[in-house]
C-alpha cells in the first residue's frame, strides 16, 4: 500500500512569488492534514480536511494560505505571496478515520525555501 | 493550553540502552503518540499510550504515567540506524508536537 506522497520535495521561490504543494494521502483515507515545521521549532498544525471539507483550519497563519481538497482526494497548499517566514518544511497526514485514538500517517515533506 | 516538553539532544552507544522523556500539560487527556523521524524522511508510527504503564513493542518500549503527565520512550540495544528525532505528541484531533529529541548513537 502506497503512503502518504507530496510534491514537490523541495522548493526554493522568491519572495512575493507564489508555491503551491501537493498531498496525496493514502487511498480510502478520508482525513487529511497540514503540519509545518519552521526551523528550530515544533511541528505545528495547519488545518484538517474531512474528505472535502476544512474541519479545522485553526492553525493556518494568515490568508495568505489556501488550502483546497477539491473530489475529497488530494489537497494543495497555496502560498500567495510567500513571504520570507513561510520557509519550512510542510508535511501532509492522513488518517482513516477521525479522532483522537487514530494514527496520523505522514508524508516526507514539502521544504520550501523562500529567499 | 497544551506543553509538551523533551529534551532537545540525546547522544548514547551503540548497544546501549537509552530514555528519551516526555512531559505533558494539557487541558484533558486522550493518549499520547510517540514518532520517529529520520533527517529528511516522513515521521513515522512508533507508539500510542493510553492507560498508564509500559507497552513493548521489540526493542522500543513506551511508557505512560497519567497522573505525572509523563512518558518515556525505552529503545534497547541501540542500533546506529536509531540514529533519529523522536517526538511526542498529543492528540486533540490534531497533533500537538513536542519539539523532538534528536538522538545520535555512536559506535
Known amino acids: 500500500e502506497a503512503g502518504v506522497t507530496q510534491f514537490p520535495s523541495h522548493s526554493v521561490i522568491e519572495k512575493g512569488q507564489t508555491v503551491t504543494l501537493r498531498c496525496d494521502p493514502i487511498s480510502g483515507h478520508d482525513n487529511l492534514y497540514w503540519y509545518r515545521r519552521v526551523m528550530g521549532k515544533e511541528i505545528k498544525f495547519l488545518l484538517h480536511?474531512?474528505?472535502?471539507?476544512?474541519?479545522?483550519e485553526s492553525g493556518m497563519p494568515n490568508n495568505r494560505f489556501l488550502a483546497e481538497r477539491t473530489g475529497g482526494t488530494y489537497s494543495t497548499l497555496k502560498v500567495q505571496p510567500a513571504e520570507l517566514e513561510d520557509s519550512g518544511v510542510y508535511f501532509c497526514?492522513?488518517?482513516?478515520?477521525?479522532?483522537?485514538?487514530?494514527?496520523?500517517?505522514f508524508g516526507p515533506g514539502t521544504r520550501l525555501l523562500v529567499l | 493550553g497544551q506543553n509538551i516538553d523533551q529534551p532537545t539532544e540525546m547522544t548514547a552507544t551503540e548497544g546501549a540502552i537509552v530514555q528519551i522523556n516526555c512531559t505533558y500539560q494539557t487541558s484533558g487527556f486522550n493518549g499520547l503518540f510517540w514518532y520517529q523521524q529520520h533527517a529528511g524522511e516522513a515521521p513515522t508510527f512508533l507508539s500510542y499510550n493510553v492507560l498508564d504503564g509500559l507497552e513493548e513493542k521489540g526493542r522500543f518500549s513506551s511508557f505512560l504515567s497519567r497522573s505525572k503527565g509523563y512518558s518515556y520512550l525505552l529503545l534497547k540495544e541501540l542500533q546506529m540506524k536509531d540514529s533519529a528525532s523522536y517526538l511526542c505528541a498529543v492528540p486533540r484531533g490534531k497533533l500537538i508536537f513536542g519539539q523532538g529529541t534528536t538522538l545520535q548513537v555512536k559506535p
Open positions: 480536511f474531512v474528505k472535502e471539507s476544512k474541519q479545522d
Open positions: 497526514a492522513s488518517s482513516e478515520r477521525a479522532g483522537t485514538r487514530e494514527t496520523q500517517y
